[in-house]
């Protein structure tokens, strides 16, 4: 008996493995039948609603008669198209071998940020990465639209955000080329170093219009864009736009040019004006994007300018504040408010709860979403504590990292950029960012992860390809499969098999990770 049952198992395990190498993310359940079936672009489809779903999952039954989709969402519909695509791209004669799949995500937030401030992207190159997403099932796009070195968004009541304050004095670039020389050859790199160029960079932004067809094109593949507005602190571009909203009016304020760090050009939160500049900002952008959250940053700000403003020192006294830091916690709040009357609610990142002197009452009460990145374990702890939700998006750890603009390898010839080239693919994909000790209760406030792609180091659509690619997928995976069911090795294999779509595709993908990998030389 005990025989007969490791047979069936061993037959099971040989089905699911066949079954995994062929499509990411790996679906929750799945168990495969005799025969196959071909399918030849979804005409053979039947699809059956239904309500009791939940608006993510779907039900994928594929049978000698044909193939039936059943969900209650056509988000869920076009999940289950996903994986019947990737099925069918695995079989050259357009077989596919019976199975029944039940599927669902992990985590209902499955994101991916990309900074524009630093550098700029088309509205073309955005799409593309876009497709991956919507291949991989991940729902948000989170768009780094504005920070010190560059503002991106059209604010039509405030004109001078994008006239000045897209555009900056010098900028740099790293040297990122495609050797293609012999297309018979494994597609290699030859890489320079990283220099200021001198020349003027912009302006770039993104038109109304523009911000509007980013959001129709990830409607259709079932993605929210998440728009951020980088506040009170990383706003130094519109301070360059419109000084007399600093702490120092009279000085003199241009976008940054340094490659990163910290600037303490910040908005003046003692002046009443310069708070309703910021919602004058957040309602245009309300009226854009349809997705109920909007993210304003909170982040790296500093209180030097604080400190010595007049306006926030008085305020300070008459709101009896403790810290001057609590000045960005009233300034939060206030910012919540003023959304939540436009059917939005606020995203922040982990230092709105974790800098000393932070107002951690008020925070709470905003009922912000906290995205953690800096000491994310430690910063969703206490962030779960506080009754609110999380999303895990870890900088750097030692054994991995969702910031995916960071190297992959040290290897010789590798462009220069972030990070020292420990942060590999592999542990991208092993890496659990979720923090010890969570009870059931507290693990439903882990919303999801995120893949986040800071621009400092990045100048090309081509660099940008080679870091983002394949870390997206590994974070798209860890956001929709469970923790148990994931392993390197297969995913590995799994991997190999998507490379035919990514060449296809012409995308540009790091391949250290890759059997047979030889290092350049």
């Known amino acids: 008996m005990n025989r007969f049952l490791l047979a069936i198992f061993s037959l099971s395990l040989s089905f699911f493995t066949s079954f995994a190498q062929s499509v990411i993310p790996l679906p929750q359940k799945m168990m495969t039948c005799e025969g196959s079936v071909k399918v030849r672009k979804l005409k053979n489809v039947r699809y059956v609603t239904n309500a009791g779903m939940d608006s993510e999952a779907y039900r994928l039954d594929i049978s000698k008669k044909g193939v039936t989709i059943t969900s209650a969402t056509d988000k869920g519909k076009y999940y289950a198209e996903q994986t019947l695509k990737q099925l069918a791209e695995d079989c050259p004669d357009g077989s596919i071998a019976c199975m029944h799949i039940e599927d669902r995500p992990q985590y209902a937030y499955r994101g991916f940020m990309l900074d524009v401030s630093r550098h700029f992207f088309s509205v073309d190159e955005l799409k593309k990465l876009i497709d991956v997403m919507a291949r991989y099932k991940m729902n948000v796009f989170h768009w780094h639209l504005t920070d010190d070195h560059g503002w991106r968004a059209e604010i039509k009541k405030w004109p001078k955000l994008t006239t000045v304050g897209s555009v900056r004095q010098n900028s740099w670039d790293t040297d990122f080329h495609l050797d293609s020389l012999k297309s018979t050859e494994t597609q290699k790199y030859y890489?320079?170093?990283?220099?200021?160029?001198?020349?003027?960079?912009?302006?770039?932004?993104?038109?109304?219009?523009e911000m509007k067809e980013i959001v129709r094109y990830?409607?259709?593949?079932?993605?929210?864009?998440?728009?951020?507005?980088?506040?009170?602190?990383?706003?130094?571009?519109?301070?360059?736009?419109?000084?007399?909203?600093?702490?120092?009016?009279?000085?003199?304020?241009?976008?940054?040019?340094?490659?990163?760090?910290?600037?303490?050009?910040?908005?003046?939160v003692g002046n009443q004006a310069a708070i309703d500049f910021a919602k004058d900002i957040l309602d245009e952008l309300c009226n854009i994007f349809p997705y109920p959250y909007i993210h304003i940053g909170g982040d790296e700000c500093p209180t030097s300018a604080w400190e010595k403003n007049v306006m926030c020192q008085e305020k300070c006294q008459r709101l009896g504040l403790k810290h001057v830091r609590a000045l960005q916690s009233?300034?939060?709040?206030?910012?919540?408010?003023?959304?939540?009357?436009?059917?939005?609610?606020?995203?922040?990142?982990?230092?709105?709860?974790?800098?000393?002197?932070?107002?951690?009452?008020?925070?709470?009460?905003?009922?912000?979403?906290?995205?953690?990145?800096?000491?994310?374990?430690?910063?969703?702890?206490?962030?779960?504590?506080?009754?609110?939700?999380?999303?895990?998006?870890?900088?750097?750890?030692?054994?991995?990292?969702?910031?995916?603009n960071r190297r992959p390898s040290a290897e010789k010839g590798e462009p220069t950029g972030a990070g020292a080239g420990d942060d590999t693919v592999e542990k991208t994909y092993i890496y659990n960012p979720l923090p010890n000790g969570l009870d059931a209760s507290q693990l439903k406030q882990v919303n999801g992860v995120q893949a986040t792609f800071w621009t400092e180091w990045v100048s090309s659509n081509e660099y940008l390809e080679y870091l983002t690619l394949p870390k997206l997928i590994c974070i798209a995976e860890a956001g929709w499969t469970a923790p148990s069911q994931k392993s390197w090795e297969d995913f590995r294999n799994r991997l190999m098999k998507q490379t035919k779509w990514l060449d296809e595709n012409k995308y540009i993908y790091s391949r250290h990770w890759m059997k047979g990998y030889e290092p350049r030389k």
């Not at 890489?191 to 219009?209: I, W």
């Open 191 to 209: 890489t320079g170093t990283t220099a200021y160029t001198g020349r003027q960079y912009g302006p770039y932004y993104y038109t109304q219009e």
């Open 218 to 268: 990830c409607a259709e593949r079932h993605i929210d864009v998440l728009p951020e507005v980088d506040m009170p602190g990383h706003f130094k571009a519109a301070m360059a736009a419109y000084p007399e909203f600093s702490c120092t009016p009279e000085a003199e304020h241009k976008v940054w040019t340094e490659r990163w760090g910290v600037n303490d050009d910040v908005l003046n």
């Open 330 to 404: 009233d300034f939060i709040k206030e910012i919540s408010d003023h959304v939540q009357k436009k059917g939005k609610r606020i995203i922040c990142w982990n230092e709105s709860v974790s800098a000393e002197g932070a107002d951690l009452d008020l925070i709470r009460q905003t009922g912000a979403t906290i995205f953690c990145w800096v000491g994310s374990k430690a910063a969703a702890k206490k962030t779960i504590g506080m009754g609110l939700n999380v999303v895990l998006s870890e900088i750097h750890a030692a054994d991995g990292s969702y910031y995916i």
